[in-house]
Protein backbone atom coordinates (compact mmCIF):
# COMPACT_ATOMS: atom_id res chain seq x y z
CA UNK A 1 0.00 0.00 0.00
CA UNK A 2 1.49 3.40 -0.78
CA UNK A 3 1.12 6.36 1.30
CA UNK A 4 -2.45 7.41 0.00
CA UNK A 5 -3.98 4.23 1.05
CA UNK A 6 -4.37 3.10 -2.31
CA UNK A 7 -3.34 -0.76 -3.14
CA UNK A 8 -1.15 -1.17 -6.40
CA UNK A 9 -2.02 -4.17 -8.28
CA UNK A 10 0.53 -5.47 -11.35
CA UNK A 11 -0.35 -7.84 -13.88
CA UNK A 12 0.90 -11.09 -13.31
CA UNK A 13 4.23 -11.84 -15.29
CA UNK A 14 5.65 -15.31 -16.59
CA UNK A 15 9.27 -15.35 -16.22
CA UNK A 16 9.38 -19.25 -16.83
CA UNK A 17 8.10 -22.25 -18.95
CA UNK A 18 8.59 -25.60 -19.19
CA UNK A 19 5.88 -28.65 -20.35
CA UNK A 20 5.80 -32.16 -18.63
CA UNK A 21 4.44 -34.88 -20.19
CA UNK A 22 0.94 -33.92 -18.93
CA UNK A 23 0.79 -30.02 -17.17
CA UNK A 24 2.11 -26.56 -18.28
CA UNK A 25 4.16 -25.21 -15.43
CA UNK A 26 4.65 -21.29 -15.30
CA UNK A 27 6.88 -19.94 -12.94
CA UNK A 28 5.99 -16.04 -12.13
CA UNK A 29 7.68 -13.51 -11.50
CA UNK A 30 6.54 -13.03 -8.14
CA UNK A 31 7.72 -16.35 -7.21
CA UNK A 32 4.63 -18.35 -7.71
CA UNK A 33 4.48 -21.19 -9.83
CA UNK A 34 1.34 -22.17 -11.91
CA UNK A 35 0.42 -25.60 -13.10
CA UNK A 36 -2.50 -26.11 -15.52
CA UNK A 37 -3.48 -29.60 -17.07
CA UNK A 38 -2.20 -29.69 -20.83
CA UNK A 39 -5.18 -31.59 -21.91
CA UNK A 40 -6.56 -27.72 -21.44
CA UNK A 41 -4.63 -26.37 -24.45
CA UNK A 42 -4.88 -29.16 -27.57
CA UNK A 43 -2.51 -27.35 -30.06
CA UNK A 44 0.36 -27.71 -27.12
CA UNK A 45 -1.10 -31.41 -26.17
CA UNK A 46 -0.37 -32.54 -29.92
CA UNK A 47 2.97 -30.77 -29.91
CA UNK A 48 6.12 -32.33 -30.53
CA UNK A 49 8.48 -31.60 -27.81
CA UNK A 50 10.71 -29.40 -30.01
CA UNK A 51 7.01 -27.22 -31.04
CA UNK A 52 6.38 -26.86 -27.23
CA UNK A 53 9.77 -25.60 -26.15
CA UNK A 54 9.66 -22.88 -29.14
CA UNK A 55 7.93 -20.38 -26.52
CA UNK A 56 8.01 -16.76 -26.42
CA UNK A 57 7.24 -14.25 -23.80
CA UNK A 58 5.82 -10.71 -24.75
CA UNK A 59 4.49 -8.42 -23.04
CA UNK A 60 6.77 -8.41 -20.31
CA UNK A 61 5.85 -12.11 -19.83
CA UNK A 62 1.83 -11.57 -19.76
CA UNK A 63 1.67 -13.87 -22.64
CA UNK A 64 3.14 -16.80 -23.70
CA UNK A 65 3.38 -17.60 -27.58
CA UNK A 66 4.25 -20.59 -29.18
CA UNK A 67 5.05 -19.82 -33.13
CA UNK A 68 5.60 -22.88 -34.30
CA UNK A 69 1.79 -23.39 -32.99
CA UNK A 70 -0.08 -20.29 -33.54
CA UNK A 71 -1.22 -20.89 -30.10
CA UNK A 72 -0.98 -17.78 -27.42
CA UNK A 73 -1.72 -17.62 -23.72
CA UNK A 74 -2.17 -14.94 -21.58
CA UNK A 75 -1.13 -15.32 -17.82
CA UNK A 76 -4.00 -14.11 -16.55
CA UNK A 77 -6.03 -16.36 -18.27
CA UNK A 78 -4.39 -18.79 -16.81
CA UNK A 79 -5.02 -17.98 -13.64
CA UNK A 80 -8.26 -17.19 -14.22
CA UNK A 81 -8.31 -21.32 -14.89
CA UNK A 82 -9.60 -20.32 -18.79
CA UNK A 83 -9.14 -23.27 -20.89
CA UNK A 84 -8.89 -23.24 -24.57
CA UNK A 85 -11.70 -21.28 -26.02
CA UNK A 86 -10.66 -23.40 -30.16
CA UNK A 87 -14.19 -25.36 -31.78
CA UNK A 88 -13.44 -28.92 -31.89
CA UNK A 89 -13.86 -27.72 -36.09
CA UNK A 90 -10.94 -25.83 -35.83
CA UNK A 91 -8.88 -28.24 -33.63
CA UNK A 92 -9.66 -30.69 -36.30
CA UNK A 93 -8.37 -28.41 -39.25
CA UNK A 94 -5.08 -27.51 -37.68
CA UNK A 95 -4.28 -31.27 -36.81
CA UNK A 96 -5.35 -32.48 -40.54
CA UNK A 97 -3.10 -29.48 -41.88
CA UNK A 98 0.16 -30.55 -39.17
CA UNK A 99 2.75 -32.50 -41.16
CA UNK A 100 2.90 -35.88 -39.67
CA UNK A 101 5.73 -36.95 -37.67
CA UNK A 102 7.23 -39.13 -34.76
CA UNK A 103 4.67 -37.80 -32.43
CA UNK A 104 2.34 -40.17 -30.76
CA UNK A 105 -1.32 -40.83 -32.13
CA UNK A 106 -3.42 -39.12 -30.26
CA UNK A 107 -5.49 -42.18 -28.90
CA UNK A 108 -2.02 -43.20 -27.82
CA UNK A 109 -1.83 -39.36 -25.79
CA UNK A 110 -5.34 -40.10 -24.44
CA UNK A 111 -4.02 -42.54 -21.95
Do not use: C, F
Amino acid sequence: MNSLGVVEISEARANEVRITEDMLVVGLADGRVLSVPLLWYPRLWYATPEERANVVLLGEGTILHWPDLDEDLSVTGLLLGKKSGESPESLQRWLDGRKHSDKHPPAERES
